[in-house]
């Protein structure tokens, strides 16, 4: 069992250190007025690209999980994935995968929500009140679907 969640665990400790970097203003230091500082300096830009990028890597952790869920060790000789093929939406990937690991579905409304807020603040219309804070919920929501999504992996191995 173990074996086979190795690398799932791996990619979701990933995920959970990019949430706490970029909520932490780019930085995973232990100063809280400095990471205040960070964040408010960033750009609306930078953090909806950050919070892409965690989408991203959130994405290929359910589709993953999803494949050794499906074929076990053989799970990277698979040829049913195709590259060109790539699911761009951790909400679409988590749609299609939830069922087959027993994720909850309520995932996938968070996900699109902040999908939209991510679309608004890379085009720079989200960096008024409370966005700062909104930007930390996204990063700990990341991580802790990540998190359930190698928990449901250990489940269904267990």
Known sequence: MSGRC?????????IERA?????????????????G???GAMPAKLIGNGLRELDLFLTDL???????????????HDPGIH???????????????AP?????????ARLRQMRAAQNRQ?????RGEGAEAAMQRDCADYARLAGDVLAAMR???G
């Open 6 to 14: 190795a690398p799932i665990a791996g990619q979701v400790a990933r």
């Open 19 to 35: 949430a706490a970097f970029l909520a932490n203003g780019m930085s995973l230091c232990d100063c809280p007025d400095a990471a």
């Open 37 to 39: 500082r960070r964040r």
């Open 62 to 76: 359910i589709v993953e999980a999803g494949r050794v869920d499906r074929h076990g060790a053989a799970a990277g």
């Open 83 to 97: 590259p060109g093929r790539r699911i761009f939406s951790a909400a679409e990937a988590w749609r299609r995968t």
């Open 100 to 108: 087959q690991l027993g994720l909850a579905p309520e995932g996938r």
């Open 122 to 126: 890379c085009f720079g219309q989200l």
């Open 155 to 157: 489940s269904r191995m």
